[in-house]
């Protein structure tokens, strides 16, 4: 039996990846967690491991890494500053590969946020991380913001929990940002698709076609119709604020981090990872893409 690893089993990401691997692989699944993280139940195919990535694995994690058929690496950190993010998530990513007998079957899960002028250090380091993998021969999947609808979770539940309570309608005005969404049972397609199928190494997108930030909040307001005042804001405005007090360290680097990440997105950049061989994903084209 085919084994997958899957790191970082414990965040919202690695938990879907294996709910949908064992729901659409017939393959042994070892899901690494970290030393502080509480084990889930045993599940059959499942095999828990706690690790420290910052270290090299043990003997254990090590001999399931060299004998993987897939490794999807979803673990991150963002604690310190850019250079000790930076340091800590490479150290990790060659820690794992260097346990590996075929860089090309490890999968790196980046960020619609990372491209080479991101102006958080999330999304910089993130772009980092995936030039790093590519140039060890591994390949990248590019996710989006997944729309989790029943119940929502993630980024997503928050997003859309705020759409419906508040009673504004918000809406860029000025250098108005795209939104580059994935359905939740799209994300396990892609999962499952390259888990079992071992495309060509690359850097590939985990998202559907991307629409502007106003048209995504009208729809999301759909969802939760009443009466919302207009709201303009000029986003290229709170895009470059946010970056002067970043750098002027005037309010919290966390939050102005939290609206570079957001407002920012270099279509150029993501528009250029290729789509998977044999996989179609939905577009957000209505309000029932949120259903």
Request: hydrophobic residues 50%.
């Amino acid at each position: 039996m085919k084994t997958i690893v899957v790191t970082g089993a414990n965040s919202y990401l690695g938990r879907l990846a294996i709910e949908f691997l064992r729901e659409r692989t017939a393959h042994r699944l070892v899901a690494v967690v970290s030393p502080r993280a509480e084990l889930f139940a045993e599940q059959e195919r499942v095999r828990y491991l706690r690790a420290d990535l910052a270290a090299a694995p043990d003997a254990a994690l090590a001999a399931e890494l060299a004998q993987a058929a897939c490794v999807l690496h979803f673990a991150w950190t963002r604690t310190g500053s850019a250079e000790e993010v930076s340091r800590a998530n490479r150290a990790m990513i060659e820690h794992l590969l260097g346990a590996m007998r075929d860089a090309g079957k490890f999968w790196f899960i980046s960020s619609v946020s990372a491209s080479p002028r991101s102006m958080s250090t999330y999304g910089a380091t993130k772009h980092e991380a995936a030039e790093l993998v590519r140039a060890r021969g591994g390949s990248v999947l590019v996710c989006g913001l997944v729309v989790e609808p029943d119940p929502p979770r993630g980024p997503y539940r928050m997003l859309q929990k705020n759409v419906a309570r508040l009673p504004l309608a918000f809406r860029a005005v000025s250098g108005e940002p795209l939104v580059f969404p994935l359905r939740l049972e799209d994300l396990g397609a892609v999962l499952a698709h390259v888990a079992t199928t071992a495309p060509a190494p690359g850097s590939y997108r985990m998202f559907s076609a991307p629409l502007g930030f106003n048209t995504f909040l009208g729809l999301l307001e759909k969802l939760a119709p009443r009466l919302r005042v207009p709201a303009p804001f000029p986003a290229g405005l709170a895009l470059r604020a946010a970056a002067l007090a970043k750098k002027a360290h005037l309010i919290p680097v966390k939050l102005c981090d939290q609206v570079l990440t957001f407002l920012y997105k270099d279509a150029t950049h993501l528009l250029a990872h290729s789509e998977l061989p044999g996989l179609a994903l939905r577009r957000c084209a209505d309000e029932s893409f949120f259903r």
